[in-house]
Nanobody
Framework: QVLLVESGGGLVQAGGSLRLSCAAS????????MGWYRQTPGSQRELVAT???????NYADSVQGRFTISRDNAKNMVYLQMNSLKPEDTAVYYC?????????WGQGTQVTVSS
């Protein structure tokens, strides 16, 4: 059974930082493309950052230069370092894993940025 568990969300003031963590089990990170997505009420889930098995990471234009995705394959962990947070970054953030033809999602963690 594949399980993705996010943590690290919370309330932060604009300009602050948070680091989200995603603990993965049941999959092998070296065989998976990993990513972070976010969603606000009434909106579609949108890509924040992705890290393929091989190749370069990819970021949404709105977070480029402020957010950094990373992974620790030995610990089966994926991280999202978020700096210079803005109120418009407020959303539920979801960890995503793609292994072969299968896609997996975590339950999400709330990030709220106050102005």
């Amino acid at each position: 059974q594949v399980l993705l568990v996010e943590s690290g969300g919370g309330l932060v003031q604009a300009g602050g930082s948070l680091r989200l963590s995603c603990a993965a089990s049941g999959i092998i990170l070296t065989r998976s493309a990993m990513g972070w997505y976010r969603q606000t009420p009434g909106s579609q889930r949108e890509l924040v950052a992705t890290m393929p098995r091989v190749g370069s990471t990819n970021y949404a234009d709105s977070v480029q230069g402020r957010f950094t995705i990373s992974r620790d394959n030995a610990k089966n962990m994926v991280y999202l370092q978020m700096n210079s947070l803005k109120p418009e970054d407020t959303a539920v953030y979801y960890c995503n894993a793609v292994q072969g033809v299968y896609t997996y999602w975590g339950q999400g963690t709330q990030v709220t940025v106050s102005s």
